[in-house]
């Protein structure tokens, strides 16, 4: 057996069983029950394993999770659970593409390296060839553990609200019992590439339309240089985008659209630098030799200018206001890091080591220096990737993951070629950064709660939130245009737009990101939004940037016709995305109105001349209105001058009311079961998935503290029986969905297993192990539930309450004291409260139930057969149709039925007529100012929709 398959094997099965505590429910359920969360993982040196939980249970947590090293149980039956979920991951990963580029470098290196081996594990590797050996896999975990799972190489990073003497006195009575067997970690001396494993071209068929160049360099051991990161600051020069870069040259030429660089693996004595370059068509077809060549020439420079010390002092000192002023991490990635880092960093390096770099000095040139040497078309490997490449004679087939790929040897004429580059004066080193922050004194302004309501007109909504925790300023701002998703060829023209926007500001987001600062944009259904958080120093620098490229886009044809290729083949290539992250869409599709789809959206995409987006340059902001938030160490009227520079950068006409963003939802009728099914054996996806969603409707705070509750309930019991013990697939999971104020409770299983047979299991699972635990459930577990609850609301991070504060703000409900009004909720809820509500939603007669079925090549089943009791979704546009909405519409949804709800929904019913008599007199004042304006806008009507929805064009996923 190979380390590295038993390390994997052994992390999925550490949080089953423990000998020494008799559980009543897993680790996992332990946690997730208290709004926590745990994960393990298996990198090329080490297996990390953490978890977070809500801070009053601590010492419950540490202990189960100290025993998992002193005294797991190991049995045959978790082990052989566990190789299921070891090949289901390795089943669900067959089809992506990053994992066969991985499997193509691992197939084509040195094989003395453990690195060349297969890295994950599968019924072949765990269950056949073990067998046909005679080994028993169970008896070579047990050795493994005893052997590796030793304390003098384990770190431990705990955080609790405890003093740190109370910490360390816990974790000493629970962790000193960890053996120690003074195990030693196996160092490899063997090199991931041998001399003959250089000048080689590797041709790889991807899955997915992708035009991709990799190369590849060995570069010597940085251990004892770890504290300047040599590989790291070299990736800044060859990653740059700002002007001069290899980047920017590659985009003004029409060859390449993204450049990334950084350490692909690092062993013993190297590491290996990938740099990643997405290619156009003409980059693939045309200009891979050029590109290299062009590569190799800024190398070249960085060799002569890698020494002046002031870059690397620049970047030194932003390295450190960076971490100075770095947001709040997550509780389970802080301490999961710093456990990492413990083993190559000392003492309070663990923390601050990975982000910043010692003084310059001679040592640091001399290895910058070395590392360059190696960078150079002798010690080259190049991966290519294309589908072109299908129809190469002597293609190979990795064994694992079925890669087809070619190797050769790359032709010493273009070896030549790269070492003497000829001289491009495109390119140069970077300049001194423009965004680097000079003044970062913190201004001791009172610390506000909620945000605070500035606005003075209907046309320009103002908020504004003082705080003091950095030098900094947050600003969102939604420019709310009818225009945008009216219609797919208005949706594909803004994107077209954006994007046009973004790539001229492609070297100033680098600038800026650089320093610490960022900003982006999002293409919503209400319009465009805006994001900064920035340095207030730099604020004004920032924005008047933005508004130019706004105002005054650049519409440069080639590159219109690099995005339309690039957004042409992502929409092919969504289609043979795995299945569970395509599921959802096809759900949003069913239920959302109006959702233009990857099928409405191509047909679009191909027509849109660059002349229609000069058009919508223009016509997005001939009507509209701006929302604008202000958070940060910034007094109110730093909150008026920003929201009005973005008002006066424009000149528009108010939008009224009547053509504002109106979104519509689906009423799922009561008692109903509709099934949309779909083949996917045309995209030769040998998974099957079930996505099963039962709509709550209509929620108000006391019925979204239910349904949380619900979820905290049943989510560790769900994956525990249908993953754990069942085995069903690697992606299993439960949990619930809000959507402009409609809810819903949903299943996703993604399996090789019949949709047919997982909506079995998920019903076998309801009408048992559910009723099995509301029955059960004692009184002080359900108030475990609540305090967890309760705590998780009361200690949301900085940033997650502004992007709660801002979701508030675009609702108009601005209810940004929810959080506390939900806490008080919670301490007066009963737990037969709660129960009639899980019943009411998930058991009942009456549920509101749909499933979506994706069939793999694997399902034995023909779909759904229709019947009385099953209601068959074959159109989505006709099903839409002919349903009711929730929403602002004439259209009244029907009451909901669940009782903890019904005196709320039944005094809706009885102002339905006077609310349907003020809708209608609307619709009459709509229709008269929609023949006008739609003529001004170009806005035409879908069916009986003219609504707008929260799209993201890039990967056409929910938001």
């Known amino acids: 057996m190979k380390h590295w398959e038993l390390l994997i094997f052994s992390s999925t099965c550490f949080f089953l069983v423990i000998k020494s505590i008799p559980l009543k429910t897993s680790f996992f359920q332990f946690v997730e029950k208290l709004e926590g969360g745990t994960n393990a993982y298996t990198s090329e040196q080490n297996t990390?394993?953490?978890?977070?939980?809500?801070?009053?249970?601590?010492?419950?947590?540490?202990?189960?999770?100290?025993?998992?090293?002193?005294?797991?149980?190991?049995?045959?039956?978790?082990?052989?659970?566990?190789?299921?979920?070891?090949?289901?991951?390795?089943?669900?990963?067959?089809?992506?593409?990053?994992?066969?580029?991985?499997?193509?470098?691992?197939?084509?290196?040195?094989?003395?390296?453990?690195?060349?081996?297969?890295?994950?594990?599968?019924?072949?590797?765990?269950?056949?060839?073990?067998?046909?050996?005679?080994?028993?896999?169970?008896?070579?975990?047990?050795?493994?553990?005893?052997?590796?799972?030793?304390?003098?190489?384990?770190?431990?990073?705990?955080?609790?609200?405890?003093?740190?003497?109370?910490?360390?006195?816990?974790?000493?009575?629970?962790?000193?019992?960890?053996?120690?067997?003074?195990?030693?970690?196996?160092?490899?001396?063997?090199?991931?590439?041998?001399?003959?494993?250089?000048?080689?071209?590797?041709?790889?068929?991807?899955?997915?339309?992708?035009?991709?160049?990799?190369?590849?360099?060995?570069?010597?051991?940085?251990?004892?240089?770890?504290?300047?990161?040599?590989?790291?600051?070299?990736?800044?020069?060859?990653?740059?985008?700002?002007?001069?870069?290899?980047?920017?040259?590659?985009?003004?030429?029409?060859?390449?659209?993204?450049?990334?660089?950084?350490?692909?693996?690092?062993?013993?004595?190297?590491?290996?630098?990938?740099?990643?370059?997405?290619?156009?068509?003409?980059?693939?077809?045309?200009?891979?030799?050029?590109?290299?060549?062009?590569?190799?020439?800024?190398?070249?420079?960085l060799k002569n200018g890698i020494n002046d010390e002031w870059r690397y002092e620049e970047h030194r000192a932003l390295a450190q206001i960076n971490f100075d002023w770095m947001e709040k991490l997550s509780v389970s990635s802080l301490v999961s890091s710093i456990s990492k880092n413990m083993m190559y960093y000392s003492g309070e390096d663990g923390i601050a080591g990975p982000y910043l770099y010692k003084e310059w000095d001679s040592s640091t040139a001399q290895m910058l220096s070395t590392m360059l040497d190696n960078i150079s078309p002798d010690k080259l490997r190049i991966h290519t990737v294309s589908p072109k490449y299908a129809e190469e004679p002597n293609l190979i087939t990795e064994h694992y993951f079925g890669v087809r790929y070619l190797y050769q040897n790359i032709d010493a004429s273009r070896l030549q070629k790269w070492k003497n580059p000829k001289n491009n004066p495109n390119l140069y080193l970077p300049k001194r950064n423009d965004f680097s922050p000079k003044d970062l004194a913190v201004a001791p302004y009172e610390k506000m709660k909620y945000p605070k309501n500035l606005t003075l007109s209907a046309d320009l909504e103002i908020f504004h939130q003082s705080e003091s925790l950095r030098p900094k300023s947050y600003t969102f701002v939604l420019i709310r245009s009818p225009y945008v998703y009216a219609n797919p060829q208005n949706y594909v023209a803004s994107f077209f737009y954006l994007r046009l926007v973004e790539h001229m500001l492609d070297e100033v987001e680098f600038e800026a990101q650089s320093a610490g600062s960022s900003f982006s944009f999002d293409l919503r259904n209400e319009g465009i939004e805006m994001r900064f958080?920035?340095?207030?120093?730099?604020?004004?620098?920032?924005?008047?940037?933005?508004?130019?490229?706004?105002?005054?886009?650049?519409?440069?044809?080639?590159?219109?016709?690099?995005?339309?290729?690039?957004?042409?083949?992502?929409?092919?290539?969504?289609?043979?995305?795995?299945?569970?992250?395509?599921?959802?869409?096809?759900?949003?599709?069913?239920?959302r109105s109006p959702y233009w789809s990857p099928e409405e959206l191509l047909p679009a995409l191909l027509k849109t001349k660059l002349s229609d987006v000069q058009d919508a340059a223009k016509s997005i902001f001939?009507?509209?209105?701006?929302?604008?938030?202000?958070?940060?160490?910034?007094?109110?009227?730093?909150s008026y001058r920003i929201a009005n520079f973005w008002k006066d950068s424009f000149v528009s006409s108010p939008l009224p009311s009547a053509l504002d963003y109106n979104q519509r939802i689906v009423v799922i009728p009561p008692g109903s079961n509709f099934v949309h099914d779909k083949s996917l054996a045309q995209y030769k996806e040998p998974n099957s998935a079930i996505f099963v969603n039962f709509q709550v409707g209509i929620i108000d705070s006391i019925s979204r503290v239910k349904l949380q509750l619900m979820a905290n309930m049943i989510n560790g019991e769900f994956f525990k029986q249908l993953r754990t013990k069942q085995q069903l697939g690697y992606v299993v999971s439960s949990g619930t969905s809000e959507y402009l104020g409609v809810a819903d409770f949903l299943f996703l299983i993604q399996s090789g297993r019949d949709p047919v047979y997982l909506d079995g299991r998920i019903e076998d699972f309801l009408n048992q192990a559910l009723k099995t635990l509301l029955q059960q459930i004692t009184d002080q577990e359900f108030q475990t539930y609540v305090s967890a609850l309760s705590t998780a609301k009361a200690s949301k991070k900085p940033e997650d309450l502004r992007g709660f504060y801002w979701s508030e703000i675009l609702s108009g409900r601005a209810a940004f004291d929810l959080d506390m009004v939900e806490s008080e909720l919670l301490s007066k809820i009963r737990k037969e409260e709660v129960i009639q509500f899980v019943s009411d939603v998930l058991l009942s007669r009456n549920r509101r139930k749909l499933s979506i079925h994706f069939r793999g090549l694997n399902s034995s089943d023909s779909g759904v057969v229709e019947s009385p009791e099953v209601r068959l979704i074959h159109d989505i546009n006709s099903f839409k149709l002919r349903s009711a909405f929730y929403g602002i519409y004439i259209k009244s949804p029907p009451p909901l039925i669940f009782p903890s709800t019904a005196k709320h929904e039944m005094q809706e019913t009885h102002t339905g007529m006077l609310t349907a008599i003020i809708l209608l007199v609307i619709a009459l004042i709509f229709a008269v100012g929609f023949i006008v304006v739609s003529r001004y806008l170009r806005i035409s009507p879908r069916k009986s929709d003219v609504q707008f929805e929260e799209l993201n064009l890039a990967d056409h996923e929910d938001t």
Not at 582 to 588: E, F, K, L, P, Y
Request: proline share 4%; hydrophobic share 40%.
């Open 533 to 591: 958080s920035v340095f207030k120093e730099k604020a004004s620098l920032l924005m008047e940037k933005i508004a130019h490229a706004l105002k005054e886009p650049i519409f440069d044809e080639q590159y219109f016709e690099i995005v339309k290729t690039e957004k042409k083949e992502a929409f092919e290539n969504q289609k043979l995305d795995q299945p569970y992250k395509r599921i959802r869409v096809v759900a949003n599709q069913i239920l």
């Open 48 to 301: 990390n394993y953490y978890f977070d939980i809500n801070s009053n249970y601590l010492r419950d947590a540490l202990d189960r999770f100290g025993n998992f090293f002193i005294a797991p149980l190991l049995t045959e039956s978790s082990s052989a659970r566990e190789v299921k979920a070891v090949n289901s991951e390795y089943s669900k990963n067959l089809r992506v593409d990053d994992w066969r580029y991985y499997a193509t470098l691992q197939a084509t290196s040195n094989p003395a390296y453990p690195y060349s081996k297969f890295s994950t594990g599968s019924f072949e590797t765990l269950i056949d060839i073990p067998k046909a050996k005679g080994i028993n896999i169970r008896d070579h975990l047990v050795n493994f553990h005893k052997k590796y799972y030793s304390a003098n190489i384990m770190t431990l990073a705990v955080l609790g609200k405890e003093s740190l003497q109370e910490l360390e006195k816990l974790v000493m009575e629970i962790f000193e019992k960890v053996p120690n067997t003074n195990a030693q970690v196996p160092v490899y001396t063997e090199p991931f590439f041998l001399p003959q494993h250089f000048g080689k071209e590797v041709k790889i068929v991807p899955i997915k339309n992708s035009k991709i160049l990799f190369l590849y360099f060995q570069l010597p051991d940085e251990t004892a240089h770890r504290s300047f990161h040599p590989l790291n600051y070299i990736c800044r020069f060859l990653g740059d985008e700002a002007s001069g870069s290899i980047l920017s040259y590659l985009r003004k030429q029409g060859w390449a659209d993204s450049l990334s660089c950084g350490e692909e693996h690092s062993g013993a004595k190297f590491s290996i630098m990938e740099v990643r370059i997405m290619l156009t068509d003409e980059g693939f077809d045309k200009r891979i030799d050029d590109i290299i060549e062009a590569f190799f020439n800024y190398v070249n420079l």
């Open 622 to 638: 001939k009507l509209f209105r701006l929302q604008v938030y202000v958070v940060g160490n910034v007094p109110e009227s730093e």
